[in-house]
Structure formats: C-alpha cells, structure tokens
Nanobody, 111 residues
C-alpha cells in the first residue's frame, strides 16, 4: 500500500490550497476512515481532519470553517480543501489510512 500526498506549496495568508492523498495497491480504500495530520517545526503531529467510510467529516477546532475534507472512493483519493490559510497552518501535512502514512506535503503560509 502506498499513500501519495500532494498539493502543498507556498501561499499567502488568506489563500487556498487543495491537498490530495491518493492510495494505491491491492486495497479496498473505501472501507476505512482517512485522516489528515500536520506537524509544524518543533511541534508534535496533530490531527487536522478525518472522514469516515460513510463520508462523515470531523475537524480540529483550529481549522473548522476553513478546511473541508472529501473523498472519491472510485479514485482512492481523499482531498483537503484549505481556505483562508493562516501562517499558523504552516506544517508538513500527512495522510493516514489503516496504519499507513503518506510521505507528507509541505504547506507554507507566508507573505
């Protein structure tokens, strides 16, 4: 199983990015929840958002109202739409599925 995270980059405060997490391998991607975590420099990895197999989403308070998670099971892909980005959103973002981690994608919010 491989999880490929992508979509990170440099964006100004108030900007938007969409992260993708694509799973490959002999898997049934739809059977389990997928989560996005992030780790800022010098900080512990924290849970940002998750989406269940049925499509129920949850969010950390710090991103509620700004981030939206979604999944396309036909494409084995989960997305994280990030709007109104703040400098404190700067981190490496990781996706997680059934014990597997993606390699991380760096998001930098700076003017």
């Amino acid at each position: 199983v491989q999880l490929q995270a992508s979509g990170g980059g440099l964006v100004q405060p108030g900007g938007s990015l969409r992260l993708s997490c694509a799973a490959s391998g002999s898997i049934v991607f739809s059977i389990s929840a997928v989560h996005w975590y992030r780790q800022a420099p010098g900080k512990r990895r924290e849970l940002v958002s998750g989406i269940t197999s049925g499509g129920t989403a949850n969010y950390a308070d710090s991103v509620k109202g700004r981030f939206t998670i979604s999944r396309d099971n036909a494409k084995n892909t989960v997305y994280l739409q990030m709007n109104s980005l703040k400098p404190e959103d700067t981190a490496v973002y990781y996706c997680h599925w059934q014990g597997y981690w993606g390699q991380g994608t760096l998001v930098t919010v700076s003017s």
